[in-house]
């Protein structure tokens, strides 16, 4: 039996609720897959669409007040949870194995004083004309910045994970025989206080570095990360591209230093691999497509690094 974290990328949960829904069917067998071999699964996915569908319909609309940023995390982990439960528990029954599938609400410590909270980076919600942009920011208060020459939109920073407040949680249900979906979106990002509670803050925590995080702290044997391509990149669409297979922390480590990986996309998958491996040394990370996923739970497809 090994333990296995999944984590799914939110931009390939689709556009809408029904092709999310229709995508989590063929993600769900795979999963199953492993299931019936008697492995533990804890699933991560992301929410960057998601969410920002979410913020933008509370923006626009005129009859109810905004939504703090944290709560519509909050409301998207729990509608893409329903869903990933619902494929799973489907698939589960359709193949006679009995399973319980459970969402966890999750709320992941950051530290206040992290210099990304300085720099904003991550956009979120819709596009604006630089005069909208500046009246926004004045009237709420909001960094905005343009993007890419397609117009201004909202950014908020997405600061490093820490420590996840329901990591007792997601360990005793994953013992007990759950398969749990956990740090949705990477998580609620959360502030501890001086006074030792804590309180929801304006950012994004990028999932991957959420689901090294949750690898880390459930001791699992595999961080397996699927996304949009087969396999990781050098110099990714460049002439001198080449497609990595299998590799070694070592030299992951010497690739992370140079300037091989696009900051936006791979990078932080490649670095998220590469800290839960160095935390955890001996244990197994993979990066491939949803596609390919049941090979590439078996080393068979992706890029293996250990």
């Known amino acids: ?11 390939a949960l689709g556009n809408n609720a029904e092709e999310q829904k229709e995508l989590l069917k063929k993600v769900a067998k795979p999963i199953v897959s492993l299931i019936k071999q008697g492995n533990e699964i804890i699933i991560v996915h992301g929410n960057g669409p998601q969410v920002g569908m979410i913020n933008l319909a509370f923006t626009e609309a005129q009859s109810v007040p905004d939504m703090p940023f944290p709560e519509c995390g909050a409301m998207s982990q729990g509608y893409i949870g ?3 439960q619902n494929a799973i528990d489907n698939e589960l029954k359709a193949q006679g194995v009995k399973r319980d599938v459970v969402t966890l609400v999750s709320q992941v410590v950051v530290d ?8 904003p980076s991550k956009p979120i919600g819709s596009f604006h004309s630089e005069e909208e942009a500046k009246k926004i920011a004045a009237e709420k208060g909001y960094t905005m910045k343009e993007d890419a020459g397609r117009g201004w939109r909202r950014v908020v920073a997405s600061p490093l994970p820490i420590d996840i407040i329901e990591k007792d949680s997601i360990l005793k249900l994953v013992e007990s025989g759950h398969v749990v979906i956990c740090a949705g979106g990477g998580g609620i990002p959360v502030i501890k206080k001086e ?12 999932k991957d570095y959420a689901s090294a995080k949750v690898a880390s702290l459930v001791n699992a044997d595999y961080l397996t990360i699927l996304t949009a391509v087969d396999n990781v990149y050098i110099n990714y669409k460049k002439p001198d591209e080449r497609k990595i297979e299998r590799v070694s922390v070592e030299e992951i480590t010497k690739l992370l230093k140079g300037d091989y990986f696009a900051k936006g996309s791979m990078y932080p998958k490649v670095n998220a691999c590469y800290k839960f491996l160095t935390e955890k040394p001996g244990k197994t990370a993979i990066i491939s ?11 068979k497809a992706g890029t293996i690094i250990k």
């Open 82 to 84: 329903f869903h990933i």
């Open 112 to 119: 206040k004083d992290d210099p990304l909270f300085q720099s």
């Open 289 to 299: 497509s949803l596609e390919k996923a049941e090979m590439a739970f078996l080393e």
């Open 195 to 206: 006074d030792g509670t804590i309180e929801g803050i304006a950012a994004v925590i990028d």
């Open 1 to 11: 039996m090994k333990r296995y974290v999944v984590s799914l990328g939110g931009n």
